[in-house]
């Protein structure tokens, strides 16, 4: 089993800037992919941004330039820096980790303001 606790979600004001994170424990695999999902109300879950534990990226379009996804592997954290944030961002980020099968966060919620 592995378990996933994320942190620092919040309010922000359109143009802001807020920063998420991850922490893995449990049963981790040093070969693993991790990264953020999110869900707005009404909408299906979409894919934010993937890192593998070779430091391969994937970014959805809509954040790419925007968002950057980054991994400290000795402390088992995934991060998601989130530059000029819209109101279209706003949504229930979930933390996602992949090795074998997928395990989910609790999720974690941003609103952007306008």
């Known amino acids: 089993q592995v378990q996933l606790v994320e942190s620092g979600g919040g309010l922000v004001q359109a143009g802001g800037s807020l920063r998420l994170s991850c922490t893995a424990s449990?049963?981790?695999?040093?070969?693993?992919?991790m990264g953020w999902y999110r869900q707005a109300p009404g909408k299906q879950r979409e894919l934010v941004a993937t890192?593998?534990?070779?430091?391969?990226?994937t970014y959805a379009d809509s954040v790419k330039g925007r968002f950057t996804i980054s991994r400290d592997n000795t402390k088992k954290t995934v991060y998601l820096q989130m530059n000029s944030l819209k109101p279209e961002d706003t949504a229930v980020y979930y933390c996602?980790?992949?090795?074998?099968?997928?395990?989910w966060g609790q999720g974690t919620q941003v609103t952007v303001s306008s």
């Open positions: 890192t593998t534990n070779r430091n391969t990226t």
């Open positions: 996602y980790y992949y090795s074998m099968m997928p395990y």
């Open positions: 449990g049963k981790i695999f040093s070969i693993n992919t």
